[in-house]
């Protein structure tokens, strides 16, 4: 019997250290080896289109990425479904795949006349042989065939039903002020004929601002019912910070500058995009500029194939602002997937009073933004635009709005609709 319980007693022990690292499972959208770059994961006929697919239907996203070489290492990819928290669900695998969770990854080719040589990948999904099941929260991670345990990149999407509808708005005119610094939601869905038995219990909403990971908020239950239509309306957690619109700039050729370059120039081994100096917004009146909410597009202007003849070229940015006392600056926005580290750090050079940073980017049109982040905390977060960017309630905005539901006894989330509503100008 003593055995029995110390046995029990380490069962148990071990159990709950799984569940432990289980919940803290990064799934973010991130390049984990620094030979691969240029991750992207989008619809490849929506490029403005954030990356959803409808269950049942023939929508399909591509996964592209470049690893820096010579050479084609042999990759193979796995999908992950998750819960509405980003982390992995209790299905198993045949619950949520229709066919074998681990594929090669057979579309490779060599970069064509590229001073910087690499090797694109490509993965369409859903793949031949690996169809999803169930709506939900998914993540792709890619890795080496001798070593599963160890991705080199991964990339969230979603699959949704569209079982129920989805409409609303996003305006300055908020329950902070009007037209100031704030965006408030007000959200309506519809089940139509989709039996939501407790809808204050089993469904819930995420949104997201832009698709950056410090705006997502979670709206646990309706604020009250029309019928059978859930309303969101007055809710503290749908009110936003306005941001600003992104910057952008263009390298599409090397042999003149773009849009927002002030020059390019051929560095000894690759050429060097130095943009024209950006300043800080927050203190200046707001001026609209047609943006892409984050997003970048690779592009090579006399190129038949873009992903093969875009170059990498090293891009500069110039802040010219005062020193930020006890905050780190860091460049945003997709070309980064939002991660904090040296490489997105800007660092202040006291000489001429300016913030610096040089990135590697393969060609094409970007859109970025600075964001401000307590020293100490590197993380999204607490991560902040308006310390650079400012607020403004006229600013275009994305909001991605994510319908899930669990009834009683449901061993995961179910993806009911996927919704994007843009502010109002």
Known sequence: MKRFAKACAILLTLLSASLTA?????????ILDPQFKTLKLSNP??????????????DHLLLSFDEIGEDISDL??????????????????SEYLDGFNIADIED??????????????????????????????????????????????QARFYVAEQAVRVGGSASGRTDRGI????????????PGSFPLSNPFTDVKVHVRQNDSPETDRLIPAPSRLDGKTLVYEHVPNLVFPAGNEFRRFETVRVNYPGMHVDSMRYGGSNYHAYLATDFRRADRSYLYDETQHGRFLVREFNS????????????????????LIGADVYVDGEMTHHRLDESTRL???????????????????????YVAVPHGTPSFEKASAAPVEGNYAETSNEYQVLVYYRPPGARADRLLAAETIYSIR
């Not at 289980?22 to 991130?30: F, G, I, M, Q, V």
């Open 347 to 369: 660092v202040f050079d006291h000489a001429d009073r300016r913030y610096r940073l040089q990135l590697p980017l393969k060609q094409g049109s970007y859109n970025y933004r």
């Open 179 to 190: 037209n100031t610094e704030w965006q408030q939601l007000a959200l309506r869905i519809d």
């Open 76 to 93: 193979q990819f796995r999908l992950i479904h998750c819960n509405s928290d980003w982390q992995p669900s209790a299905l198993l695998e």
């Open 304 to 323: 038949t194939d873009s992903d093969l003849g875009a170059d990498y070229v090293t891009v500069h940015f110039t802040l010219d602002t005062p020193e």
């Open 45 to 58: 006929e929506a490029f403005m289109a954030p990356p959803v697919i409808t269950l049942g239907t023939d």
């Open 22 to 30: 289980h919940a803290d499972t990064d799934t973010s959208t991130r």
């Open 108 to 153: 490779a080719a060599f970069s064509q006349n590229t001073f910087v040589h690499f090797v694109n990948y490509r993965v369409e999904i859903p793949s031949p042989g690996m169809e999803p099941l169930a709506s939900g929260n998914y993540l792709v991670q890619v890795f080496f065939r001798d070593d599963p345990e160890t991705p080199v990149l």
